[in-house]
């Protein structure tokens, strides 16, 4: 039997292609720090093949290469300004 985290994992070996376009919300949630390093390879290598991802994470970027765009986004304050 897999653990939860296997079974994350392997759900997304299964279903990532090259060329394709995923959004995700905090896809390393229910993964261990061992686990996440290795979607982050799978995702890069993807990414190679044409992949794109637009991923919402509250993750360490600490993890991330240095050829990965980083775009930040703030929330907005209660006057709707952003710092």
């Not at 994350?8 to 394709?20: A, M």
């Not at 799978?42 to 775009?71: K, S, Y």
Request: proline share 6%.
């Amino acid at each position: 039997a897999k653990s939860h985290g296997e079974a994350f994992l392997n759900f997304f070996q299964q279903r990532l292609v090259p060329k394709g376009l995923y959004l995700m919300d905090e896809p390393e949630a229910a993964l261990s720090p061992q686990r996440q390093l290795s979607l982050l390879a799978m995702m890069f290598d993807l990414v190679t093949d044409g992949a794109q991802f637009i991923i919402a994470t509250l993750a360490a970027a600490a993890r991330l290469p240095r050829r990965a765009h980083l775009l930040l986004r703030r929330e907005p304050d209660r006057t709707g300004r952003v710092d």
